[in-house]
């Protein structure tokens, strides 16, 4: 046998090694979507297309078609102008801010100085606190208070209100800085996740490329570009998707609030039509981000 014979063997031995090694990564997931969340899955799909009737024997459906997803447009002045709209569009806004802001820190992380553990974790500490087991325990309540807790961190600028109004600014001023000031928290308490993805992106690069770089000449900014940017792109289509998802899903987004009301309201048929609408949403979204990122993302040839 050949010595580029054996070579194909050995590559094709460990593929198949590694893609075992992967299906054994996945399993515990498997096993918990199939114990546990396939069967509320089927139940939302079902509801979503059937009126939801409260009878003595139990909840009962009745197939309705699509009017579950009509009904939220029925009042289409204050849908879009409140709901719709602003829960598709702001999304946007906040996940480009936040894998901005990501890498900026992820980068000063990345650099060595005093304390640069524990300014980590303090980056890291809001995706402990916003968790939901974590909100519940502190308040001592329920869902709720979780979505009222969570909307208190995030637009908590209610002194800077007061403050700016005790000037004597103009209403506009008062309301341009009070925004700033709700976003800026927001993108910070939201960015935990990002900024660890980040820094294994940073911290994969090989020192040798800058080092070689520096002697060739290059500035710090050719650096940026030229190594660390390409280096990290495949990181950076994955804190895309991930802001993406995570703006989407935020319990501030005005989707999830309407759809969190209909569910308080009894209104199951509704709520689940429009889980479903975001998730169509997320979806379409996902995939026309992941198919033009994906022409500008570099990968490593791992050939040698």
């Avoid at 997931?29 to 939801?52: D, K, M, Q």
């Avoid at 005093?114 to 087991?133: D, E, H, N, W």
């Avoid at 060739?216 to 895309?240: D, L, N, Q, Y």
């Avoid at 209104?267 to 979806?283: D, E, R, T, V």
């Amino acid at each position: 046998m050949t010595a580029s014979k054996r070579n194909k063997k050995e590559k094709s031995r460990l593929r198949r090694n590694e893609a075992r090694y992967g299906y054994l990564f996945i399993l515990p997931w498997l096993i918990g979507f199939l114990a546990l969340f396939l069967r509320p899955l089927l139940t939302s799909i079902r509801y979503a297309f059937s009126e939801v009737m409260f009878k003595p024997t139990g909840i009962s459906t009745e197939f309705s078609g699509i009017s579950n997803f009509k009904k939220p447009f029925e009042d289409s002045v204050w849908f879009f102008t409140n709901t719709f709209l602003p829960g598709v569009s702001n999304f946007w806004y906040e996940a480009v801010l936040v894998c901005i802001f990501s890498l900026f820190v992820a980068i000063m992380l990345n650099q060595k100085f005093k304390g640069r553990t524990v300014a980590r974790a303090l980056f890291f500490l809001p995706v402990i606190i916003a968790s939901g087991v974590v909100i519940q325990i502190l308040q001592g309540n329920g869902m709720d208070t979780e979505l009222e807790t969570t909307n208190a961190f995030v637009f908590s600028s209610g002194g800077l209100e007061v403050l700016l109004n005790s000037v004597g600014l103009p209403a506009a001023v008062t309301d341009l800085f009070t925004n700033i000031s709700n976003r800026v928290f927001q993108v910070v308490w939201l960015s935990g996740i990002q900024i660890i993805l980040y820094l294994s992106g940073l911290q994969s690069i090989p020192r040798s490329e800058y080092e070689a770089a520096q002697i060739e000449g290059a500035t710090s900014w050719e650096c940026f570009w030229k190594i660390t940017w390409v280096r990290i792109s495949p990181m950076t289509m994955v804190v895309v998707i991930y802001s993406i998802i995570d703006s989407l899903t935020n319990v501030s987004n005005p989707l999830i609030q309407w759809s969190y009301g209909q569910y308080t309201n009894a209104k199951y048929g509704i709520s689940a039509a429009m889980s479903w609408l975001l998730c169509i949403i997320a979806f379409v979204v996902l995939i026309a981000v992941s198919v033009f990122m994906s022409r500008h993302v570099f990968y490593v040839n791992d050939e040698n």
